[in-house]
């Protein structure tokens, strides 16, 4: 009788190490998702409607850094001077920040687990001039951008500031936090 006892609670001990192992295997599984959500950090705008793309240079591009644009996920997240700017998503799950000027359209579409600026995604080039205009999406949270003493108001996720080459980073305000990114992010795109 002894023997079937501990045969049995040897069975019972395997099947719930089992059965934990299933559980515990299914949770890290479902927390290995990068999206946005997942990792706490949202984008308002990406909840709005789709955007009317009739009319835009998005339309009809073949440039492949531009086709890993989702055309259907783009969101109008303002309007400049120079052009519209867009934010939505890409192939591969990534997130995308789209800007149309008169020379063209200019765009990122990282890998969200590469981004090493908690969130923000920056769109710029600082090659060669001594100003330049950069643009970023930031995640919800964040009011103001500013750089060398110029600031704007975030509208819908996004801010893009002109910015003086002896600037050293934009800095990110919001009623909980700030956030500074080295403008040396807006040369290389992630």
Partial sequence: MPTDTRTSFFYLTVGALVTLAVI????????????????????????????????????????????????????????????????????????????????????????????PTGGVIPLGSLNGSRAARVTVLA???????????????????VAQLDVDRADIALTLSGADRTQSIPLEAFTRQP
């Fill in 24 to 115: 515990v295997s299914a949770v890290l599984v479902s927390g290995d998702d990068s999206s946005s959500s997942a990792s706490g950090i949202s984008y308002g705008v990406l909840e709005g409607p789709a955007a009317d793309l009739r009319g835009t240079p998005l339309l009809g591009i073949t440039d492949p850094e531009v086709s890993n644009l989702i055309l259907e996920s783009l969101r109008l997240a303002t309007t400049t001077p120079a052009g519209p700017i867009f934010a939505g998503e890409g192939v591969e799950g990534r997130l995308c920040l789209a800007v149309v000027e008169e020379d063209g359209v200019r765009s990122t579409c990282p890998d969200p687990r590469a981004i």
């Fill in 139 to 157: 995640p919800d949270g964040f009011d103001t951008a500013a750089a060398g003493g110029r600031s704007v108001t975030i509208i819908n996720n």
